[in-house]
């Protein structure tokens, strides 16, 4: 993401020694190398995308699953840039989430859309994903 001339690069943290429940880091580019920005509470992240929407620039976490519930039902979050930091904007429920996606289509309407792929739920892996 260049917001600003500032430039982040997002990193997916899935399991740590003390399980699913554990911060993702933002690094910032510092002119020679990244630096840690910002740390975000995730739960089994398994990706960020990076969005814009009417100048607003936004992340998405796929949040796989929480140690602390041992639930694949969780909330994915998606965070917008406050000027200072990634801020929670949004919570959206999601099981077992692996990827986020955002991307156009031309035509009428609605053109861009941000699409989840839900995983599974518990033991169900019949589980659908969302556009929204």
Do not use: C
């Amino acid at each position: 993401n260049n917001n600003n001339n500032n430039n982040f690069l997002a990193v997916a943290n899935f399991v740590g020694s003390s399980g699913f429940d554990l911060d993702s880091i933002v690094y910032q580019w510092a002119g020679s190398a990244f630096v840690a920005f910002q740390s975000i509470p995730t739960h089994g992240a398994m990706d960020w995308e990076y969005f814009s929407v009417d100048g607003h620039s936004l992340l998405a976490v796929a949040n796989h699953k929480s140690t602390t519930t041992s639930s694949n039902n969780i909330d994915s979050v998606i965070f917008r840039w406050n000027g200072t930091a990634f801020a929670v904007f949004q919570s959206i429920p999601t099981h077992g989430a692996a990827d986020w996606e955002w991307f156009s289509l031309d035509g009428p309407g609605p053109t861009s859309y941000l699409a989840v792929a839900n995983h599974h739920s518990g033991g169900n892996w019949d589980i659908d994903s969302v556009i929204y």
